[in-house]
């Protein structure tokens, strides 16, 4: 079975703009493009989770979203990124949602679509939310804290 990654988008691969909606306002972390293929490259598939509660808040629409994430596959692409899949959920924090972090859910289906291996995968994140996923008693996979610190050692090293 096949190791993972699954990473938040804003804050930990590109700059927090507060409810990104514009394609153009998108800027990854320096670095980001190389340390994601230097992981890719040791065998891991690579996934982003994300909350994106601006759509359900009404402050941006799906498509923006879709626009935002697009940009970012192909800033990515220049590094030779692939990302097998973005999960997201677009809920706001007080409706119900299927998959939104903490939810492990999104690990469980990109597992069941991908073959994943849970117990030999990672999630990294800005925030404690971004990283209980995977602390869930169903997924025995690691979890380092702090992820930050594990992000900042890959990307000086690209």
């Known amino acids: 079975m096949t190791r993972a990654v699954f990473l938040d988008r804003d804050g930990t691969l590109n700059v927090d703009k507060n409810y990104l909606s514009d394609p153009a306002k998108l800027e ?5 493009g ?3 293929k230097r992981l ?3 065998g891991f598939k690579l996934f982003i989770v994300t909350n994106q509660s601006g759509i359900g808040r009404g402050y941006y629409t799906l498509d923006d979203m879709h626009r935002v994430n697009e ?3 192909a800033e990515l692409a220049r590094d030779g990124v692939r990302i097998e899949k973005i999960y ?3 809920e706001a924090p007080e409706e119900p949602s299927r998959g939104r972090k903490p939810s492990p859910q999104f690990l469980f289906d990109a597992r069941d ?3 994943l291996d849970l117990s030999r995968s990672y999630m990294v994140g800005d925030k404690l ?3 209980e996923p995977a602390t869930a008693r169903r997924w025995s996979a690691r979890r380092r804290t702090p992820c930050a ?7 000086s090293r690209s």
Request: proline share 7%.
């Open 88 to 90: 997201f959920s677009p």
């Open 71 to 73: 940009r970012l596959l």
């Open 40 to 42: 890719q490259d040791a």
């Open 149 to 155: 610190t594990l992000w900042s050692s890959i990307i």
């Open 34 to 36: 190389k340390a994601l």
């Open 113 to 115: 679509e991908f073959g």
């Open 129 to 131: 939310l971004d990283l």
């Open 28 to 32: 990854l972390f320096p670095g980001t």
